[in-house]
């Protein structure tokens, strides 16, 4: 069985700072590009930032570039989303998802999802 565990989400006065996880079982990580997505209610899921198998390439959403910043420790098997200057627009249910079927910010590429963690950002 494949597992995605994110963790790191809460609550956060606008300007403040979030960094999220994301814990992959290890046969996925290796070779598979990583990717947040996130959910606001009554909203369409949305990417966010993705990052290649190597760490060496990484997308961001015009929404989140300059502020988030995504990275990953294959020692560790986790991929990470720092979020830095949150606004309240950015208050979702944030995912991380796995694939090695290419990368980018589609989410039909992505083969394994996590169960999401809460982001609210209060004004």
């Known amino acids: 069985q494949v597992h995605l565990v994110e963790s790191g989400g809460g609550l956060v006065q606008a300007g403040g700072s979030l960094r999220l996880s994301c814990a992959a079982s290890g046969r996925i990580f290796s070779g598979y590009a990583m990717g947040w997505f996130r959910q606001a209610p009554g909203k369409d899921r949305e990417f966010v930032a993705v990052i290649n198998y190597s760490g060496g390439s990484t997308y961001y959403a015009d929404s989140v570039k300059g502020r988030f910043t995504i990275y990953r420790d294959n020692a560790e098997i986790t991929v990470y989303l720092q979020m830095n200057s949150l606004k309240p627009e950015d208050t979702a249910v944030y995912y991380c998802?796995?694939?090695?079927?290419?990368?980018?910010?589609?989410?039909?590429?992505?083969?394994?999802w996590g169960q999401g963690t809460q982001v609210t950002v209060s004004s």
């Open positions: 998802a796995a694939t090695r079927r290419g990368w980018g910010p589609r989410d039909q590429l992505y083969d394994y």
